[in-house]
């Protein structure tokens, strides 16, 4: 297993606001992935890293960005929140081929 | 057809049944396939991983899978009310990519 941390785990703010989702493992996980998940719907992958330096946009098209400068954080920024952007917004990490998810973060935005 | 198939269920069984779970993909050159346990509003936890034609048991949990099918199973014995959840099935593409299904929700009424 790996230990997966998430902050904030709730967020409410308001429309136009910049806002950074933490996501940090303590494993040295080579492999981190960003996804979003509406209530009762599908995960979708919006970001990923292979490593340092690496980071891809998933399938669902996205307006956040993220960066990868160490192993163990992989923050996702939103530089204009809007409420289409309201979400919960999921990272993993990946060892090998399993992927283990952190607690994740209910963004809502007004 | 999608990736990764799932009936959404929800399922219904009585506690101390066996709860069958059930899941197909598309892709022949998977090679990697695993079942997530999601709560309302919890983010999935990894309960299976499955790499072999045959059957894998863990506890109550047995994962099947049939890669000339391309079927893969979770069987849930003695379900318990706490097994209520929804049940992710996820399959490695050959990609590296893993793809979810949409899922499975699962009732265990007593």
């Known amino acids: 297993e790996a230990d997966i941390y998430q902050t904030p785990r709730y967020l409410v703010i308001g429309t136009g606001k910049k806002i950074t989702l933490e996501c940090s493992q303590t494993?040295?996980?080579?492999?981190m992935y960003w996804y979003q998940q509406d209530p009762g719907m599908e995960l979708h992958l919006i970001h990923y890293s292979y490593g340092v330096n690496s980071t891809e946009k998933g399938d669902l098209s996205s307006e956040s960005t993220v960066s990868r400068i160490r192993t163990e954080h992989f923050p996702l920024t939103l530089e204009s929140a809007r409420p289409s952007h309201t979400s919960q917004y999921l990272c993993?990490?990946?060892?090998?081929?399993?992927?283990?998810f952190g607690p994740g973060t209910r963004l809502t935005v007004l | 057809q999608k990736e990764v198939e799932q009936n959404s269920g929800p399922l219904s069984v009585p506690e101390g049944a066996i709860a069958s779970l059930n899941c197909t993909y598309s892709?022949?050159?998977?090679?990697?396939f695993f079942w997530y346990r999601q709560y309302s509003g919890k983010s999935p936890e990894l309960i299976m991983s499955i790499y072999s034609n045959g059957d894998k048991e863990d506890g109550r949990f047995t994962a099947q899978l049939n890669k000339a099918s391309q079927y893969v199973s979770l069987l849930i014995r003695d379900s318990q009310p706490s097994d209520s959840a929804t049940y992710l099935c996820?399959?490695?593409?050959?990609?590296?990519?893993?793809?979810f299904g949409t899922g499975t929700r699962l009732q265990v009424f007593p």
């Open positions: 494993m040295g996980h080579d492999k």
């Open positions: 993993a990490s990946c060892p090998g081929d399993e992927q283990f």
């Open positions: 996820a399959v490695k593409l050959p990609t590296d990519k893993l793809i």
């Open positions: 892709d022949r050159g998977s090679q990697s």
